[in-house]
């Protein structure tokens, strides 16, 4: 299957591939997210208030769920990222369901992945799959060159507390939202089937999800050649409690929790 690519990956840290799924991939994706759904997992977490809708997160269900990993293996997600990234074979780091509910008022803030994670390298880029149609004003909003750093200080999303590093350590963010005019945003509307790649160190936020229907996304967080492990002394999202008992600070992510999804032929 053929696909395009809008964007520049190296220079602004993301683009949109259109086509990137036929309609038997979408389905699967759309059971995986609802078997999801269906069964959360101990880490499942609520991202929204109360009273606002609900936008719920779960994370590293590739192994109970054969859908996803079919994804992984089988589509051209890790394909598409290898070739973004110029890698010669793409590692599945975890798999990241997202879903807003009609109504969610609440934003995902402004930040980056990498982080929350327990890796480092260039070679890092996620997929942002989503299996309704989002208009533009509702889609994933990324800050373009961002990528190429600095780190900014990750805080929690909805109390916006530093829990991973001492306050005054990294910089604040940039008011974004208060100065569009200072930064370059991409977003793109995306129709079943389109995706999102970007960078892990890529500013990002999303908007509330008004309706009418639902926004279901399926992330996959995929690693290049140049991956390695960095055990984090804070907990990272997702946690991969025991790793670094197993893989030492520095090394490939050779292991049976990251799966070879992808070699260049």
Do not use: N
């Not at 880490?43 to 994804?71: C, H, M």
């Not at 070739?83 to 793409?90: A, F, K, N």
């Not at 999102?196 to 936020?205: K, N």
């Not at 390695?228 to 600070?249: C, I, M, Y």
Request: proline residues 11%; glycine residues 8%.
């Amino acid at each position: 299957m053929s696909w395009t690519i809008e964007g520049d990956f190296a220079a602004d840290g993301a683009v949109c591939v259109r086509g990137a799924f036929p309609p038997d991939e979408v389905a699967l994706a759309a059971s995986a997210i609802d078997a999801v759904l269906a069964d959360l997992s101990p880490t499942a977490k609520r991202a929204s208030a109360d009273d606002d809708g609900a936008f719920v997160e779960d994370f590293r269900r590739w192994t109970e769920i054969p859908a996803i990993e079919e994804l992984a293996r089988t589509s051209a997600a890790a394909a598409i990222a290898g070739e973004l990234t110029g890698s010669t074979q793409v590692r599945l780091h975890h798999d990241h369901v997202l879903v807003k509910e009609p109504g969610t008022r609440q934003p995902t803030p402004w930040h980056q992945d990498l982080p929350y994670y327990d890796i480092d390298g260039r070679q890092l880029v996620s997929m942002w799959m989503p299996v309704d149609p989002v208009p533009r004003s509702s889609s994933l909003a990324l800050v373009a060159g961002s990528h190429l750093g600095p780190w900014y200080m990750p805080r929690t999303f909805l109390d916006g507390e530093a829990r991973w590093f001492p306050e005054g350590t990294l910089a604040d963010l940039p008011d974004i939202d208060g100065d569009p005019a200072a930064h370059r945003i991409l977003a793109w509307a995306l129709e079943p089937g389109d995706a999102v790649f970007f960078h892990m160190l890529a500013l990002h936020s999303a908007p509330g999800f008004p309706g009418p229907g639902r926004r279901r996304v399926l992330s996959l967080r995929f690693l290049g050649d140049d991956a390695v492990h960095a055990p984090r002394p804070w907990a990272t999202s997702p946690p991969f409690p025991g790793l670094a008992d197993e893989l030492a600070a520095g090394a490939p992510m050779d292991h049976p929790l990251f799966p070879v999804v992808w070699t260049r032929g």
